[in-house]
């Protein structure tokens, strides 16, 4: 595995962006460099695309770090998923406004931002509930390729449409977002670091503080320890918890997952009784939470029924195959365990997201820890390869200098 390097203040951190960015570029096309996907597992090509200015409520932002997340990976490689390309995906990132449409009045020229693949109208039922995150108007649409204003892409190349991918396409130097989708940020924030907080990690260590939330001297039980999951931990972490015991098959993970407060580590191959059993055993009854990161159905069951009876919460992150059945004992509810679901870690785009920036510059989360590969957007492809052999947490990729 290749390290992760300490880096310099980036040169865009030192300087006034607002000042940098040319205010000649605003109302008119851009053209400039994309990853283009042009069809199901081919290597994406560096193609210069054609973006057009923001429409009413858009934000044109110029992309400076992104991350591949699996969710791009997934939907590049179209296994059981409707194909739709040419793509650019991405949507793991951070960057700063270039210019911004009609009617957007809390974000201009020169912010520092992360877009977000679902969103926060700040009008919908959901919007305006404290419990929900789920905004009606802009909740992810992973089939969409078009902006939701006009139903028209803003990347094309010689005229021909290039689709969207989530509202964001952050594999571009430039994209267009609904202004819903756009978090600002501290213009002290190094765009390096955050911009793996608008996916992976702020799934995941919100599954553990919003939705688990476990007391202080808790224990806890994560199901997968890739970047969700380990995010997950560092969640549990935050909390306080004096037990975390990290699920998986691969024990080569479990010296990584120590630095995200893992305590423990159970590989379910090594026992023949249930995995739910051994971690009774090993936790006077069963945790006071479970987290499960992996999307297998049988993983879900395991981690409801190891949570204690009359207290015990279990989280359901991993997104299931269409098909998949969720069955267990009517008793194991009727004892008084609890199972949610949560989307997004449960956290607002525009409301939360600025304030898990402000966690990391004050040292209470670590993300330097999750980036474990660094490439240069030329080399893109190669994010995609490390993700195939399953190598390291995130990749982050320069986009823009």
Known sequence: MQSAQTHKKPIEDTIDLSSKLLSSTAGQVITCKAAVAWGPGQPLKIEEVQVAPPQAMEVRIKVYYTALCRTDFVFWEAKGQTPLFPRIFGHEAAGVVESVGEGVTDLKPGDKVLPVFTGECKECRHCKSEDSNMCDLLRIN???????????????????????????????????????????????????????????????????????????????????????????????????????IGIGSNSAKFEQAKLFGVTEFINPADYEKPIQQVIAERTDGGVDCSIECTGNVKTMIQAFESCHDGWGVSVLVGVPHSEAVFATHPVNFLNERTLKGTFFGNYKPRSDLPGLVEMYLNKELELDKFITHEVSFADINKAFDYMTNREGLRTLIKVAD
């Open 142 to 244: 992973s089939g969409r390729g078009v902006m939701i204003s006009d139903g028209k892409s803003r990347f094309s190349i010689d005229g021909k449409p290039i689709y969207h991918f989530v509202g964001t396409s952050t594999f571009s130097e430039y994209t267009v977002v609904h202004v819903g989708c756009v978090a600002k940020i501290n213009p002290e924030a190094p765009l390096d670091k955050v911009c793996i907080l608008s996916c992976g990690v702020a799934t995941g260590m919100g599954a553990t503080l919003n939705v688990g939330k476990p007391k202080k001297g808790s224990t806890v039980a994560i199901f997968g320890l890739g970047s969700v999951g380990l995010a997950a931990a560092e969640g549990a972490r935050i909390a306080g918890a004096s037990q975390i």
